[in-house]
């Protein structure tokens, strides 16, 4: 089993910047990758990025790409996702999530290659 726990969620106006956390526990030695989704109202879960939990590999979606930074700490076993110049439509609840299915150093968008997630954290962000 692997517990993933979320924060850094709130409420920021657009252009500003926010870091959401997810710390891994439990056999975390299984998991070989971790990913961001979000989930605006209406909508599916729609990946956001994901990093390799060994190697270097991390992958954005397009929208996102040039302002959110996924990284992570081996010491603590957390995932971070720094969020810059944010706008209205990134609004929505951010997941965590892990995947213990390898992909030989890729990273899958696909929510249901993960099976672990966390509660959700809510971003918001006012025009």
């Known amino acids: 089993q692997v517990q993933l726990v979320e924060s850094g969620g709130g409420l920021v106006q657009a252009g500003g910047s926010l870091r959401l956390s997810c710390a891994a526990s439990g056999r975390t030695s299984t998991i070989h990758a971790m990913g961001w989704f979000c989930q605006a109202p209406g909508n599916d879960r729609e990946f956001v990025a994901g990093?390799?939990?060994?190697?270097?590999?991390?992958d954005y979606e397009d929208s996102v790409k040039g302002r959110f930074t996924i990284s992570r700490d081996n010491a603590s076993n957390t995932v971070y996702l720094q969020k810059n110049s944010l706008k209205p439509e990134d609004t929505a609840v951010y997941h965590c999530?892990?995947?213990?299915?390898?992909?030989?150093?890729?990273?899958?968008?696909?929510?249901?290659?993960?099976?672990?997630w966390g509660q959700g954290t809510q971003v918001t962000v006012s025009s």
């Open positions: 990093l390799t939990w060994r190697g270097s590999n991390t």
């Open positions: 999530a892990a995947s213990q299915i390898s992909y030989r150093g890729n990273i899958s968008r696909r929510s249901l290659a993960y099976n672990y």
